[in-house]
């Protein structure tokens, strides 16, 4: 919603409150998407409540101010599953029922092939198919608990695919002198690797 931050070029110790993404939109009556819902603290999802209930409004206390959700304004909210962890909790059916319900599935093989066909469109066919029959083999062995127990849950996804292609095309480029012009293998290791917790789990996706 907002804080108080030190005040450019003013002197020590001087602060003025700055409104925050949230505040800002409901002033402009902008359309509001709320990312990753179910990791919001409690105090947040209080103070979004008092806006999408009979009130519609929310009141700042460092301000002494309240202010009204604007005609036109929308909230959107996403969150991923529970189940990805990360501090996610089930939220109060009573605050979920303000927003119409949507459930997307996870992208299929197909889906990520034909989305990083199109925005690499320069890479071979096959190389990507082989990056995402790797991406998929990996989900598998983490999601059988055959390894990286350490630091579980995992999420292996097509952001993980993209940062593979970014890297790859980056490394050819900053060495034209390389026999093959791809090489996924070669950057694997920084998407998949790295981030695992023990040595020996590193070994694995090597």
Known sequence: ?????????????QFSWRDGPLLQALKDGSWILLDE?????????????????????????????????R??????????????????????KSFLNR??????????????????????????????QNMIDFNSKIVHELDTHSFGNKGAPWECNLRDLTRWCEAMTYHYNANPSLQKKYEPESVVQFIDGDRMRTLSDKEKVR
Do not use: M, W
């Open 37 to 69: 819902l179910n990791l919001a603290s409690q105090s947040v999802l209080e103070g979004l409540n008092a806006c999408l209930d009979h009130r519609g409004e929310i009141f700042i206390p460092e301000l002494g101010k309240t202010f009204y959700v």
């Open 71 to 92: 005609p036109g304004t929308k909230f959107f909210a996403c969150q991923n599953p529970l189940k990805q962890g990360g501090s996610r909790r089930g939220l109060p």
């Open 1 to 13: 919603f907002g804080a108080d931050l030190p005040v450019e070029g003013g002197s020590g110790g």
């Open 99 to 128: 927003f119409i319900q949507v459930y997307v599935n996870s992208l299929t093989d197909q889906d990520l092939n034909y989305i990083l066909s199109h925005q690499y469109d320069g890479l071979p066919t096959k190389i990507i």
